[in-house]
């Protein structure tokens, strides 16, 4: 039977156009990126210098852009800097913001699972609808409602829990709310994606069994499905590291993250081979749990074999 | 009685979560058409905030730009995006194919930061060497079109991957021609995919923030950039009225794709069962 396949040279510009664009747009820059990471621009304003020795040909790169994010400057001291503190910072904020999102859409995804067959697609639009909405618009309607005069501390006082305002806005409060209320989809929809597939009568099996509820969700649902957990926990930290708009409007000087401080790097401090450095870094964060996940998933298709 | 609860807890729980990812939404709709600044009390229904959007030229140029900037976006990811599904699902071998799949996937993880920065380097370099192009709309649309055709991309793969192939076969043993299968029998296929990577870039595209920053030059400003710069200096009911009509149009357009799609269907299946009829007429 014929094989439906274009000829040769139209199967060269389907690879080659979007190839060419990738090429140009992705591997490139990051190419310059990396370049620029290592080189010493020293007074100069320009910051595309040769990473070798003009007369010799020997490559001499630039290391301290690296070491000057590990090592303070004045007295040496390691891993106490303002950049050590921002990605820490903004990995525990990841990491916060994945686990809400859990305790929040594990229980949501699961009641939509089990919910009537007709109603599920009607539930799920529901959840998908405010993400096709600005998202800026929508972390900026936060400002409005944590506000202390907004309606959250409002409803606060009315209900006699505090007799002034509670300052919400700018502090560690607004960004796990703003954050969470940002990538909450991101978690229910992998987790509804695995656990819609499970077959409830193993409930009922372990219930049979004299399994508690409590055991028997723990026993028999939470494992059934870990690859939506792991998948929603990836989908939420991954992004979360790198967030930019959410700390800028929702957070305080307290509450920078690391994508703020290369903004800042690049165009306040217009250091531009340290901005570069600390986004290479940044992408080693997102790479090694990017890794670690392909490796554990890899590695249950192989138990399954 | 357990189950009893069950039901109950479980009502609760997804009320409260839609709470939740709702009431922004309505906050802004109410807190639109309110007459004052206040931002927690409902003093007065009047239209000033919209009669302000309409009067503030940042906001309305800005829009202007986003739409173009978007639509451009759009169409560039959804056809970069099916070129790509294709490469990635029917291409199984070619030199590079790896590296090919890394890079078209990578923009999904990468933060957008990063993004922006990698190529508003690219940008410096080329008009540093090249002297073009000038930062603004075109750099603008470049970055957003990285990220749209990755999207892009996983909608329109998931859809060729799951569509029929012994139906290109047939239309091949029937005489069709490479590009006249693709036209008439995968494109149609994959039509509805397309057009839901288009809508999905645009809406990214329409929404970015990040890359905008980075990339767009002085006296460029797309909407979202507009909002930005507003939303850090305080409260702007203007930018209730501008949300509200965003939600207005969104909710409309997905009504109305969805029920598009839902005809789509429908009819391609009473054509199925008139073809079927039409067969089992001609054989008796």
Same mark, same amino acid.
């Given at each position: 039977?014929?094989?439906?396949?274009?000829?040769?040279?139209?199967?060269?510009?389907?690879?080659?156009?979007?190839?060419?664009?990738?090429?140009?747009?992705?591997?490139?820059?990051?190419?310059?990126?990396?370049?620029?990471?290592?080189?010493?621009?020293?007074?100069?304003?320009?910051?595309?210098?040769?990473?070798?020795?003009?007369?010799?040909?020997?490559?001499?790169?630039?290391?301290?852009?690296?070491?000057?994010?590990?090592?303070?400057?004045?007295?040496?001291?390691?891993?106490? !800097?303002?950049?050590?503190?921002?990605?820490?910072?903004?990995?525990?904020?990841?990491?916060?913001?994945?686990?809400?999102?859990?305790?929040i859409?594990?229980?949501f995804?699961?009641?939509?699972?089990?919910?009537?067959?007709?109603?599920?697609?009607?539930?799920?639009?529901?959840?998908?609808?405010?993400?096709?909405?600005?998202?800026?618009?929508?972390?900026?309607?936060?400002?409005?409602?944590?506000?202390?005069?907004?309606?959250?501390?409002?409803?606060?006082?009315?209900?006699?829990?505090?007799?002034?305002?509670?300052?919400?806005?700018? !502090?560690?409060?607004?960004?796990?709310?703003?954050?969470?209320?940002?990538?909450l989809?991101?978690?229910?929809?992998?987790?509804?994606?695995?656990?819609?597939?499970?077959?409830?009568?193993?409930?009922?099996?372990?219930?049979?069994?004299?399994?508690?509820?409590?055991?028997?969700?723990?026993?028999?649902?939470?494992?059934?499905?870990?690859?939506?957990?792991?998948?929603?926990?990836?989908?939420?930290?991954?992004?979360?590291?790198?967030?930019?708009?959410?700390?800028?409007?929702?957070?305080?000087?307290?509450?920078?993250?690391?994508?703020?401080?290369?903004?800042?790097?690049?165009?306040?401090?217009?250091?531009?081979?340290?901005?570069?450095?600390?986004?290479?870094?940044?992408?080693?964060?997102?790479?090694?749990?990017?890794?670690?996940?392909?490796?554990?998933?890899?590695?249950?298709?192989?138990?399954?074999? | 009685?357990?189950?009893?609860?069950?039901?109950?807890?479980?009502?609760?729980w997804l009320g409260m979560v839609f709470l939740f990812l709702?009431?922004?939404?309505?906050?802004?709709?109410?807190?639109?058409?309110?007459?004052?600044?206040?931002?927690?009390?409902?003093?007065?229904?009047?239209?000033?905030?919209? %009669?302000?959007?309409?009067?503030?030229?940042?906001?309305?140029?800005?829009?202007?730009?986003?739409?173009?900037?978007?639509?451009?976006?759009?169409?560039?990811?959804?056809?970069?995006?099916?070129?790509?599904?294709?490469?990635?699902?029917?291409?199984?071998?070619?030199?590079?194919?790896?590296?090919?799949?890394?890079?078209?996937?990578?923009?999904?993880?990468?933060?957008?930061?990063?993004?922006?920065?990698?190529?508003?380097?690219?940008?410096?370099?080329?008009?540093?060497?090249?002297?073009?192009?000038?930062?603004?709309?075109?750099?603008?649309?470049?970055?957003?079109?990285?990220?749209?055709?990755?999207?892009?991309?996983?909608?329109?793969?998931?859809?060729?991957? %799951?569509?029929?192939?012994?139906? %290109?076969?047939?239309?091949?043993?029937?005489?069709?021609?490479?590009?006249?299968?693709?036209?008439?029998?995968?494109?149609?296929?994959?039509?509805?995919?397309?057009?839901?990577?288009?809508?999905?870039?645009?809406?990214?595209?329409?929404?970015?923030?990040?890359?905008?920053?980075?990339?767009?030059?002085?006296?460029?400003?797309?909407?979202?950039?507009?909002?930005?710069?507003?939303?850090?200096?305080?409260?702007?009911?203007?930018?209730?009225?501008?949300?509200?009509?965003?939600?207005?149009?969104?909710?409309?357009?997905?009504?109305?794709?969805?029920?598009?799609?839902?005809?789509?269907?429908?009819?391609?299946?009473?054509?199925?069962?008139?073809?079927?009829?039409?067969?089992?007429?001609?054989?008796?």
């Amino acid at each position: 039977m014929a094989k439906f396949s274009l000829p040769m040279p139209g199967r060269r510009f389907v690879i080659g156009v979007p190839y060419a664009w990738l090429v140009l747009f992705f591997l490139l820059p990051f190419l310059i990126l990396l370049y620029i990471s290592f080189v010493d621009m020293g007074n100069d304003i320009h910051p595309f210098k040769p990473i070798w020795d003009t007369e010799t040909g020997v490559l001499k790169l630039k290391y301290e852009n690296y070491w000057s994010i590990f090592r303070r400057s004045e007295d040496d001291a390691l891993f106490d !800097t303002i950049y050590i503190e921002a990605y820490l910072r903004s990995i525990w904020y990841a990491l916060c913001t994945a686990l809400l999102c859990l305790v929040i859409g594990y229980p949501f995804s699961y009641f939509i699972a089990r919910s009537k067959a007709s109603l599920r697609p009607a539930l799920l639009m529901m959840v998908m609808l405010p993400f096709w909405t600005s998202f800026l618009l929508r972390v900026y309607a936060w400002k409005g409602i944590l506000a202390d005069q907004g309606i959250v501390n409002q409803a606060l006082m009315w209900l006699g829990i505090t007799n002034e305002p509670i300052f919400l806005l700018y !502090t560690n409060v607004s960004m796990l709310v703003g954050m969470t209320y940002v990538y909450l989809p991101f978690m229910i929809l992998p987790l509804y994606a695995t656990l819609v597939k499970m077959d409830f009568r193993l409930l009922e099996a372990a219930y049979d069994l004299g399994a508690s509820p409590f055991k028997a969700f723990w026993l028999v649902t939470v494992p059934l499905s870990r690859s939506g957990i792991i998948a929603g926990f990836m989908l939420v930290f991954i992004p979360s590291v790198g967030e930019f708009v959410i700390p800028s409007l929702l957070g305080g000087p307290e509450n920078i993250m690391i994508g703020r401080v290369v903004w800042d790097e690049m165009f306040t401090s217009n250091n531009w081979p340290r901005a570069t450095a600390l986004a290479v870094i940044m992408i080693a964060f997102i790479v090694v749990p990017l890794a670690i996940y392909y490796h554990s998933t890899g590695e249950s298709a192989d138990n399954r074999k | 009685m357990t189950s009893l609860l069950h039901r109950h807890i479980s009502k609760l729980w997804l009320g409260m979560v839609f709470l939740f990812l709702y009431m922004p939404l309505f906050f802004m709709m109410l807190f639109s058409f309110n007459d004052t600044r206040q931002d927690a009390r409902f003093t007065g229904f009047s239209l000033r905030w919209y %009669e302000a959007l309409t009067r503030d030229s940042r906001i309305v140029d800005g829009f202007w730009l986003s739409v173009k900037v978007a639509t451009v976006t759009g169409v560039l990811s959804a056809v970069l995006g099916t070129f790509a599904a294709f490469v990635l699902v029917r291409y199984r071998r070619f030199p590079g194919r790896t590296v090919f799949s890394g890079m078209v996937n990578a923009p999904l993880v990468m933060p957008e930061v990063v993004i922006g920065l990698s190529l508003l380097l690219l940008m410096v370099g080329a008009q540093n060497f090249l002297g073009w192009p000038p930062r603004g709309m075109l750099t603008i649309i470049m970055g957003h079109t990285l990220l749209g055709m990755a999207y892009a991309m996983v909608v329109i793969q998931s859809r060729l991957m %799951e569509m029929d192939r012994s139906i %290109e076969e047939a239309a091949m043993d029937l005489g069709a021609r490479p590009y006249q299968v693709f036209f008439l029998i995968t494109l149609p296929n994959i039509a509805q995919a397309i057009l839901a990577a288009f809508l999905l870039s645009f809406t990214l595209s329409f929404d970015d923030v990040v890359i905008s920053e980075f990339l767009s030059g002085p006296g460029v400003n797309t909407l979202p950039q507009v909002i930005f710069g507003y939303a850090r200096r305080g409260i702007n009911p203007t930018i209730y009225a501008a949300a509200t009509l965003l939600i207005v149009t969104v909710t409309t357009v997905i009504i109305a794709y969805s029920v598009w799609v839902a005809r789509q269907t429908r009819r391609r299946e009473r054509e199925i069962a008139a073809a079927m009829r039409a067969e089992t007429t001609a054989l008796a």
